[in-house]
Structures are given as C-alpha cells and as structure tokens.
C-alpha cells in the first residue's frame, strides 16, 4: 500500500461520516443477507385475522409482529428486511453499471481529447437535458417493467454523472508528465490509461460511486411504487409505501416504516459519499493542511 | 543607525530549533543578503518580520529589533503601522501576488489609500513611481490586468508599489527566481538605483550566492538554520572560508575560466526532523574537513577579520582551504559516434483559435524551420529564455508533438509521422528527462516500479526477480541506495527524485536523452551532483544529451555545443567554447551578459537597456 493510500484511508476512518455511513451500510447489507434468518415470518404469509395492526409497542400490538401487518396482513418487519434485498440489490447493480460505462467514456473522452471528446461532451450535453424520472418513465415503458430493467435504466441514465465529473480529472491528470513518460516507456494507449490515469482518479470514482448507489435506492423505490419495478409478489420498499397509502389514515406506520429505510438507507450512503469526498479529495485535504 | 538588528534570534517547531542563534545588524542604506539553499531558514526571517509564520512555528528566543523596536513583542497594532508603512516586502511569485480580476491602476491605488495618501493625487503618483522603474506609458499600464502584464513588468509594478511609501526597510524574497535571467539583471538594476536613491535599507533573501555577491553589501550565509558565514559580500566570495560556503561556489559552474570538475557535497541539507540528532555542528555529516569535536558542540561564530564571522574551528578553516583547487579539471569529452538524431527543417505552428465566424486568429509559430543532428556520446545544449520554443523542441523530438513542417530522423530512420514503427525506433534510442519531477513520477509507484516501467510496457514478460535485479543496477548507476526501492516519490528529497527520473529513462538503456531543464528546480549543491551523474554516464554509456536549459552556466559546464533559440529560432550555433567566448548574434551577448559574474569585483548588472 503507498503511503499516500495509507493516509488516505487513515483520514477515510478518522472522518465520523464515513464511519456512520459505512456502519449503517453494514447494518443494511446484513439486513439483507439474513433476510429469511431474521424475518419473523415469509414476505408473502397473509394473516387476514391480523390485518392493520399497530407496532408492538403500540396499544393493540401484537408481539409476533413487531412493526405491526400491512392490510393483507403480511408482517411489516419481514417484509421491510426482505425489500433492502431489492433495494440493494438496484444500488449496487446500477451504481456498477453507471460508473463502468461512465468511467470508460470519461476515461476514453478526457484522454484522447479531440473530437472524441467532443462528442462524448455533446452525449452527456444533450442526454443531461432530460428530466431524468421522466426519461426513466419512456425507458421502462419501452423496455417493460422488471427489476433488472430499472437496473438498466438507472445506468443508462446516471452514467452522465461519472462521465461529466470524471472526464475534467482526467483532463487534469493526463496532462502529468508522467502519463507522457509512460507513452515513452512504450506503454500503449490502454496501458497508459489502465495504469497511470485510472488510479489517480479512482478516489473519485469511490465516492461518486457511494453517492449512486443512495440515488439508485430512490429510483428504484419511486419505480416499484408505481409498479415498474418488481412483480407484485416481491417485498420491495417503493411497494410496501404503495400497498399502504390507501389505509394510511387508519396504519400510518405502514407508510412510515418503508420510507424510514429508504431515508437511513440514502442518508448512509450519501453520508459516506460526502465523507469520502472531504478525505480524499486533494483541494480540500490541502486547505485544511494536512498533505 | 541600525535598521534591523537580530540578537541570537530562536525559531522552532516543537523541539527542533528551524533557526539558531541568528544575529546581525543592518545599517541604513545597506544592503544585507541572506544565502542559503532550500531548507536553510532563509525565508523564515522574513516571516518573524510579517509575523507570518506556518502553523507550530514560533521565535522562542532572542530578540529581532527594527529601529529600536522589537519585533517580536510588539502589539499587533503599532506592528500593523510599521508594514507597509515603514517595511515593505517584495514577493517572490509576481503574478500570484496583484489580484487577476483588478486593473493594476486600482490595486496601486488601493495601496496608497492604505498609506493615507489624499485621493486627489494618488494617481499621479502612481504614474510617478512607475515611471521611476521605467515602464514605458506607465498611464495605460494603470488599466491594464496583471496577466496582460508579463512576469517582470508585474514584478516591476509590486517593485514600485513597495517603493511608493518611501520605507525603511524593505524584505525582497527571491523576487527573481521566478523570472527570466536578462529580466533578472533588469530588475535587480532597476533595485539598486532605487534602493541608492532612496537611501532604503533593503534585505535580499536569495539562494544564488554569486546574485547575492553583485547585489548586496553583506552576505549571510545560512545552513540548517544556522549563521555559517557572515562578512562583506565581496570578500565572502572571493575568499570564502567556512567550507560550505566554499563548497557551494565551488558547486556552481563558472561562465568563465577553466572547466573544473565541479566540487559535490555528499547528500543533502538535514530536514527539520534530523535537527534533534545533530547537537554539533549541522554541517558536519556533510563536511570533507571535519573533525569529531565538530559533530558533539556546535562552534560559536568567531570574529575573523572585521566585519567577518565564520562557524568553524581554526583547524577545519585551514583544512577547507584544500576543498576547491582538490578538483580534477572536467573530463574532456570523447570522440562522438554515430548520428542518432536528425532534425532537418522541423518546425512548429500552433494555429490560431476559430472566431464566432470560423475565421482563425493568427497562430503562433513555436518553432521556426530548424536543423540539428546529434550524435552518440555528444552533449548538445538549447539555451533561451521563456517562450523561445525550447520545450516544444524537445517534445517535437520525442513525438510527444506533431511536427508540422520538416523530416526528425533518428538512427537514419524517419520518424516524423510517430506511428507504432517510429514509436519502436524512438523506443531503442531516445528517452526524455522530465523537468519536474513532481509532475513526471506518479505518485501511485514505489521507485522500483517507476524506474523499470518501460519493462512492463507492450508485451514484456519480465519476472518481478528480474525487475527488482534491473531497478538495483539502475539505482547504483544513478548513485542512489538501495534502500530506496520501496520508497515512493512524496518519500524522497528533489535531488532524489531527480535521479529516479533519470534512472526510468536509463532503463531501456537509450543513447539519447532529451533533458527539459532538469536541474533548473534543484538547489545549486544537488544540481552539481546531477550534472557529474551526466558526465559519468556519458563516460560509462557514451550516452548523447540534449540538454534544454535556461542556465547558462550550466550549459557551458555540460555541453560541447550550444544552440541559441529566440522566439522559436535559432539566433546562433556551434561549439560551446567558441559561441560563450565570442559571441556573434547580440542576443547570445545579452543573455551572457545578464548572468552574474563570478568575480564579485566585476561591474553587474550591465547598463540598462530600453525601457520595455
């Protein structure tokens, strides 16, 4: 590990916000993997005798269902731990998916300049100009509705990001002498940009990384709650807020207990993204003296 | 009357001592040069003055007075009064210290009203202080913005804005360095007449101890944070005596006499953190005279001669007497082998940007139809200031740029188009030594990965047993430890670093290298180190150089022939000894004629030319 690596990550974990972040994505991850050991009860079981009731601790709770049964009488609780599986599962397929196809035009654009870069700069130009829920809206309608087909949307629409704010540092780095030492050396094109450009901006790419993956949590909870998303039958965050709009003058709970996560969920995300931002970023490392 | 005066003035950082012991008085109308390379504490004193010292940083001891008043314990009120009042400071980076976005005829006058000067006449005098740095139309240059403004006219223009409240003192950092050497002479000139004038007290921080002996009355001379040497400027170097002091004229090459190999100290100045382990004399791991004493108390500063002062014992003076005429006069250069590079009528244009109407603007033509060849075993340098086309020239030779005009051969294969074919036959023969190193390592590799690169270019299959054996064979060849090879870049000092790239350009074992002013970031001690390693690897490869500089010194040093370049072209060429001792085109003679001289007792800086 460089140095530069060692401090970096040194000042990653002295950072509060990476460590809650990290700490809450941790939590929710678990969550998600220990699902069906966790769970109370299936996603799906219906106890039409137990519909509506409150959480637990609330008058007319019941202890077998801690966060209380939506109006079909499903588990709350089971159901909220069995959607961060769909919800994660989005985050970091799309978040993958945008930041490959992101990176490799902004890796490509900023490194060869020239009318390459021209027209990559002109793609996102244009394709930024979309609203982005209703150009994910025209995708699902023309790809049809699936949790996979989210997945893509997300990228196809979200790549802009990483390619926008990654191809400016590439500019910067490729102007190095070193990238021009490593052509001299007799590296190729690739290996050039492989070895010597990519990891000088992959800190970037990490924390624009995090802060998609709490975008991807939203769209893919704004998709399923219009029903875009997954079947019917599958738990998912968006879902359950739509299961429970209708009753929720009678089982508030059921609407607050989904958006709940979404909220903790984004807010890790976001809070690391942030966090890794202000430790590795080198203008604000430097303004505040510690490189 | 004393201007300033220190009295065994202490700046630490934490425990280590960054400034020990410092005394001197100024006397008004004098000018006092402070000397010593990166790292010595030179700049420090000046930030005791401004009260403007980094974080952790604090004066623990002595005293620092400025007529009469103490510095150091000074209310910040009464201190504020006294800069810009009384004390002004000229800043080492011109175009960093005027504001870009505000014309240079409003921050002028936001200085005067600083220094109370009524609004009615602050414009007049204003232009009156410009004029005296003689800027032609000083009117218009008031609305002018500082990047319309090159290097030294805004140097000029803070010049004069220092002036402009008639201080006492006046604390110049390096106010040259960053400029061009004729805009150098020009400025210093300009300097001294005002300082004369003005009968100012002014104090010259400066690394260049052959600047520092034309400019200034009196010389300190300082190491580690020590006084090592302290005298009239003259007398310290025409007779130096503390064996540093010795050592680093002996470190710069002469632009005339007899080409002497130049006199390398061993490593480098200690850093803050090896101050704890030197109780002694700070010079001591490095000195060629010292005795143990030396390394267990530190010696006082004696009285010499009048007005003289040297750190050292009896014995280590007269030892150091053998330091300079100990040196082999330089190595003759061999017979030079085959050509390995051929320009031939090359030349570069920049064209204009496109306007609103697709019309291009006039372009810039950065390197003008020009022929060199450069054989194996030759040293070749390309000497011009700032924007003569030098580094396009270098680049242009590399492929890093396209040509647009004329045929670059190398080894008689034509390699203008840099195609994959041409890349290979650059790849055999040609390797480029970056100027910063800062930019030119990736901050990402340990050294033994930087310098063996080239190996894991293409397809190389090259077992990591086989790197590291190369990356050692390297680092021995360019005289660094071993124990380097897991190092990286931020771990090394600017001499190191240096050495690793040249170490990365050695690796595919080229017989060229092309140098872009590789030692112009070094301080004087580490560049003499650099320019041997050239001279023995040319001794031990037969290896050919371009060397690109500003310095002409140095290309007189290193090179057997020398080519002159101005905006783009190529004013005179031939052989380094003929072109430096008669000089044809009066551009050579200018740029010859605005480096200091060696000997103090010559008159420099030469007349001054136009107005610019």
Known sequence: MTPRTRAALRRCLASPRVVIGLALIAAAVAVAILAPFLAPHDPQEQDLLNTLLPPAWAAGGVADYPLGTDSLGRCVLSRLFYGARVALYVAALAATGAALLGAALALVAGYFGGWVDWLVSRLVDIWMAFPPVILALILLVGLGAGVN???????????????????????????????????????????????????????????????????????????????LSVEPNVAAWGVMIADARQTMNQAPWGVVAPVLAIFVTVLAFNLTGDGLRRALDPRLVTSRGEA | MDVLEARGLE????????????????????VLGLVGESGAGKSMLGRVIARNLPEGFAVTGGALSFLGQDLVTIADEPRRQLLGDKIAFIPQEPLTALNPV??????????????????????????????????????????????QLSGGMCQRVLIAMAFASGPALIVADEPTTALDVSTQAHIVQIVRALQRDHGTTLLFITHDLRLAS?????????????????????????????????????????????????VTLPDTMPGLAAFASLPGCRFAPRCPVKDPACAAATPPLRDIAPGRAVRCTEACLTGAAAIVDAAPPRPPAPPPGETVLAL????????????????????????????????????????????????????????LEAATGGRIAVDGKDVTVNDPAARRVRLGALQMVFQDPQSALNPRRPVSRLITQAMEAGDGRWSEAERVARARALLEETGLSPDLLGRYPSQLSGGQKQRVNIARALCVTPRLLVADEIVSGLDVSVQAQILNLLLDLRRERGIGLVFISHDLAVVRYLCDRVVVMRHGEVVESGDTDTVFA???????????????????????????????
């Open chain 2, 582 to 612: 008669a000089p044809r085109h009066p551009y050579t003679r200018a740029l010859l004629a605005a480096v200091p001289p060696e000997d103090p007792d010559r008159p420099w800086p030469p007349e001054p030319g136009p107005a610019a």
């Open chain 2, 11 to 30: 700046v630490s950082f934490g425990a280590a001592k960054v400034l020990r012991d410092v005394s001197f008085t100024l006397r008004r109308g004098r």
């Open chain 2, 344 to 399: 031939e009528t090359v030349s570069k244009h920049y064209p204009g940007e496109r306007d609103w109407l697709g019309r291009r603007r006039p372009g810039v033509d950065a390197v003008k139809p020009l022929d060199l060849t450069v054989r194996a075993g030759e040293f070749v340098g390309v000497v011009g200031e700032s924007g003569s086309g030098k580094s396009t020239l270098a680049k242009l030779v590399m492929g």
């Open chain 2, 102 to 147: 505000m014309t240079v005829g409003r921050q002028f006058d936001e200085h005067l009203a600083r220094l109370g000067a009524p609004r009615a006449g602050r414009r007049e005098r204003a232009i009156a202080a410009l004029a005296e740095l003689r800027l032609r139309d000083p009117a218009s240059l008031l609305e002018r913005y500082p990047f």
């Open chain 2, 214 to 262: 034309h400019v200034c009355d009196d010389i300190l001379v300082l190491y580690a944070g020590e006084v090592v040497e302290r005298g009239p400027a003259r007398e310290v170097c025409a007779a130096p005596r503390h064996p540093y002091t010795r050592a680093l004229l002996a470190a710069n090459p002469p632009l005339d006499g007899a080409a002497r190999r130049l």
């Open chain 1, 149 to 227: 087909k989210v997945v893509l949307a997300i990228v196809l629409i979200d790549w802009t990001r990483f390619c926008r704010v990654l191809r400016s540092e590439v500019i910067v780095v490729r102007r190095r002498d070193y990238v021009a030492a490593a052509r001299l050396a007799g590296f190729t094109h690739a290996q050039t940009i492989l070895r010597e450009v990519l990891p000088a901006v992959l800190p970037l790419l990490i924390t624009l990384f995090s802060l998609e993956m709490g975008i991807a949590v939203i769209v893919e909870a704004i998709m399923s709650f219009v029903g």
